[in-house]
């Protein structure tokens, strides 16, 4: 919910600013006035407005879409967090009559403004701090498909608009609208539109009725300041003056430049048309050019134009006769942008569910058995095999369950270089596979190291983390191992979390709070959901390899202690659902015991998962 308000409410602002980035430089501009800043530069003002839209408009679509989800909610929040601050201020001073949010498609009160980003900011900080919960749409691997079509689309829709007009008209002048009915006060008419003001500079005299009740057609120049305006185009603009003084149409100016610009853009241009006063903000709402052209027909705007396409006087008897030109609608716009963006979300799961298929189903199923509490048997290769004696084993293993199905949940974590070729040889249904290990960052240039998203795409579904002797021969501390989980979570991956004390924490009767710090230390960050996608496994140090098992009471004491503090951090309904693993020196011999106990679901089995009727015997331990 939180992830489409806010996604959706960056997504719709970031559009009305790339569709009519000229109206979002002009509220830039009403701020740095009102602030006295000195940058009333019109080309700034124009960079600023697309670099926030289109910015502003990928944060939407990473939200919506659930792509670079740390850092599109921290960002979102900390725009969010900014916006809420300066609409507050807003609020209180009220410095400019609208604040901007949604440009002309949508105006709010200050207040209203206020309240929505307070909802946004909620709604963004609770993203920013959970970011995992934010659901992707578009695999890692795929996401920046996405991404770089919705940049396309948001740069060139903004430089369109500014070259030319915008290609969705929200400003009151769209052609259509009846300035005739506004003047007149006609109820059906856009009540913006009475605003509409141009007198004659000399006396003073309103002449909007004399422009608004004409009959026929009346082109208007507008031309907001002529100080800044571009005279590149006055050829035509003389051209088009010419036809009409031909064809005894009416043509006016209108500016809001005072005498000496009005002089200054005769003497520039050769205008020998007449010109009328008007008010900045007014002109700039006409038509986002400047100059621009409207052409008005019994009242009506029918077409606009920028000082880039202005019409030639061929063809122009059409143009007057037209009906009014609404441009291009916003549905056809929107479907510009939606209707790729979806064809590549169904493809992209398309082409996931293809690859991935077999193990999905099997991860699926996995999931479904996880609410009685998993059975598993997990075996840990360690350091050992070459790649042909790994699948040969995993072979004469999946061969052996296959003639004979086990009562639980089998899974082999191999060295990484088997498994890519053990998921050929496995029956995922029988046997799961997962890595010893992954890598504490997403990519890049970490020699020798191999990421979440790499274990994944073997095939593999499972992965080992926190084990005693990766934290201690390579120095694995909870903050690491913590990065570990949630990449591999973020990866789907199924973790099998290793704790345990060593010796002389045994002695000294430390276990609880060693067992208790590690679990804290990597795992109480999670959220309920993820903490799903975890299995547990106490594996006391002293008997990791050594022979020395502990006995099925300490074992059950321990397990039991686990579930508690699982139950006190993450609910009964977690405690319940998590399987914690036994691992040390299990043996056929003496996994039966240790796994009657009952808060013992499985073991973790290093040595034995050696040899296929070691492994084996294990596994029937639950039968
Ligand atoms: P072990 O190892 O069964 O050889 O004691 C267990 C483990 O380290 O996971």
Redesign the pocket.
Known sequence: MAQLVVGFTFLASGFVKVADPMGMAHKLHAYTAYWGLPVSDGFLMEVGAVVMGVAEFMLGVYVVLGARRRMATAAVAVVMAAMTVLTAWIYAVNPVPDCGCFGDALTLTHGETLAKNVVLLLAALYLATHPLRVKRMVSERNGWITSVYALVYAITLALYSLHYLPLIDFTPYAPGASIRKALEGSADADQRLANFYLADPQGGEDLSYQVAEAQGCVFLLVVPQTEVADDGCNDRINDLYDYCADHSLPFYMATASDSTGRADWCDRTGAAYPILQAEDTELQAMVRSNPGLLLLRDGVVVAKWSNNNLPEVEGLEARLQALPDKGGALWRLLAWFFLPLLLVVVADALWIGHKFYRHHIYVKQFKLKRIMRKKIVAG?W?MNKTLQEGVALAQELNEALTADKPNCDVVICTPFIHLAPVAGVINPELVGLGAENCADKVSGAYTGEVSAAMVRSTGATHVILG???RRAYYHETPEILKEKVNLALENNLEVIF?IGEVLEEREAGKQNEVVKAQLEGSLFDLTAEQFSHIIL?Y?PVW????GKTATAEQAEEMHAFIRQTIADKFGAEAAENVSILY????KPSNAKEIFSKENVDGG??????LKVADFKGIIDAWK
């Open positions: 840990n360690k084990h005693s002797e290793c496994a594996e008997a990791i390899g050594t691992g040390g020196s299990c973790l089995i290093g040595g034995a998962a």
